[in-house]
């Protein structure tokens, strides 16, 4: 999204909706596509928080999976980030990925660690080319086999939890809610937010209502004719069973 539709965006939403004080604004980086105009947007937007692809540090992997996105990119991303005046960032790290080994895991692990992230998120790479056809092009082959991915997932842990003996502190709001017995799961991930309401803008987005699911027409082009036409963008409904609604 270009810099000043982010800032109407943010407008229109203000304009529509109560924002409270203290609301926290979170928002996806691309490290790569992270510029001083997108930067001030942010900064304007009030964004307290921002979540940064990392994956990977190991250049063969990253060679491997089409994103490039040296150490030093994304250090300079976090910096621009913190100096905007956003509190909370967090990296979202994968292990399992093609060509990757348990010593690049820990390497990618240490530089994650340098920049101070507020949020280490983790998660297992998950091949589906079916469903995703960019990943035909990764061979089966060159993925670590479901003994190595264990040992991957293992030594990340153990690395983290030596991390936390050594004085780091999981304060983070959703390490506190889940100590407090408050954190919970919904289709989006783990949230502390008890709300059963959320509305999903945008192409594709979903929203979940107190009885049941709701998605937006997935290709751009329609959506923005359907709200051109001054039509709702929703195409897909799921109703909760009586069964659904205790979950």
């Known amino acids: 999204m270009a810099p000043q539709l982010l800032v109407d965006l943010a407008d229109a939403l203000r304009y529509i909706f109560f924002v409270l004080p203290d609301a926290e604004i979170v928002v996806e980086v691309d490290p790569r596509t992270l510029t001083n105009d997108l930067t001030q ?27 490039l996105q040296g150490f030093e990119q994304t250090a300079a991303a976090v910096e621009r980030l913190r100096r905007a005046g956003v509190r909370g960032i967090n990296f979202d790290f994968l292990y399992g990925l093609p060509f990757q080994t ?19 998120s983790v998660f297992g790479y998950a091949h589906v080319p ?5 990943q035909r092009k990764i061979a089966e082959e060159s993925l670590p ?5 264990h040992v991957q997932s293992e030594t990340i842990a153990e690395a983290l939890r030596g991390m936390c003996a050594s ?8 390490a506190t809610a889940q100590r407090g017995g408050r954190l919970r799961r919904n289709f989006q991930g783990y949230t502390d937010d008890g709300a059963d309401t959320l ?7 979903i929203g979940r209502m107190p009885h049941g699911f709701v998605q937006n027409v997935v290709a751009i082009r329609d959506y923005l004719n359907r709200i051109a036409e001054g039509r709702l963008a ?3 409904g799921y109703a909760f069973t009586e069964d659904d609604l205790p979950r």
């Open 102 to 120: 348990v010593s690049s895991c820990l390497d990618s692990k240490v530089k994650c660690v340098e920049l101070r992230p507020d949020r280490l």
């Open 41 to 67: 947007a942010l900064e304007y937007c009030g964004v307290t928080r921002a979540s940064l692809g990392v994956q990977s540090f190991d250049p063969r992997v990253q060679r491997t999976i089409n994103r």
């Open 145 to 149: 086999d479901s003994v190595v991915r």
């Open 199 to 205: 509305i999903g803008l945008g192409a594709s987005a």
């Open 234 to 236: 929703t195409v897909k």
């Open 130 to 134: 079916s469903f995703k056809k960019h």
């Open 167 to 174: 004085g780091w502190f999981p304060d983070d709001a959703l």
